[in-house]
């Protein structure tokens, strides 16, 4: 039973490319969660999303950044344009249904993605 | 709004003692519940613990278990008999209505030989 892949585990891009990270949620989870991780820093909410539907995002950039999630195929979070700021650990998890209040609902964590942008 | 104060940027422990960091959170939210999350050198965050906000009892996993003080806001993560591989970063995290979690800043633990 695989966990949450996401790949590549590390990418580096140069300033104005675009960065495309994936995430394959556990067998069974429908429900995405991406996380971004600054150095020395704890992870930021981004965005969540349920199959084809874009449930929150709050945490998202207003620019450069887009989230989806198809009904066949991993996760995508696309970071267009990228600046050096952008160099971060993005992390990806899953559930197997919304999180709300107490319920004992825990995020499965992969590995993240290392974004190096020179 | 949500929010996880986690003080001790480094905390320090010989092999074999017990070990406390500190969380304390702020919400609005009637029901919520609380997590700890370890992060080591590798990078991929492992789940530990989880305290529900009307749990009665302390959580425990093995040789972790959660001091949750309610009136206090505090969710305070014990790890009893520390082993050289506890070294790590350790997040405190909560989740009300809002549906994700929200992590505090971290825990860098270093366990001494």
């Known amino acids: 039973n695989a966990g949450v892949m996401q790949n590549p585990r590390h990418l580096v891009r140069r300033r104005g490319q675009e960065a495309r990270l994936r995430c394959s949620p556990m067998k069974g989870h429908s429900h995405v969660y991406w996380y971004r991780q600054l150095p020395e820093e704890g992870l930021k909410f981004m965005v969540y999303l349920q199959k084809e539907n874009i449930i929150d995002e709050s945490g998202m950039p207003k620019e450069r950044f887009s989230a989806e999630f198809p009904k066949e195929g991993p996760s995508i979070l696309r970071i267009q344009q990228v600046v050096r700021g952008d160099s971060a650990a993005y992390f990806c998890a899953s559930s197997p249904q919304g999180l709300a209040g107490t319920g004992a609902n825990v995020l499965t964590f992969g590995a993240g993605s290392r974004l190096t942008v020179l | 709004a949500q929010k996880i104060t986690q003080t001790q940027p480094g905390m320090f422990v010989q092999e074999k003692e017990a070990v406390t960091l500190d969380c304390t959170y702020d919400?609005?939210?009637?029901?919520?519940?609380l997590f700890w999350y370890k992060q080591p050198s590798s990078g991929e965050m492992i789940f530990l613990i989880y305290q529900g906000s009307y749990d009665q009892q302390n959580a425990t996993e093995g040789r972790y278990s959660l001091n949750f003080q309610k009136a206090r806001k505090s969710a305070n993560l014990v790890i009893s008999a520390s082993q050289l591989g506890d070294s790590a970063m350790y997040f405190c995290a909560m989740r009300g209505s809002a549906r994700q979690l929200t992590f505090g800043s971290g825990t860098q633990l270093t366990v001494l030989p």
């Open positions: 919400t609005s939210d009637p029901s919520y519940g």
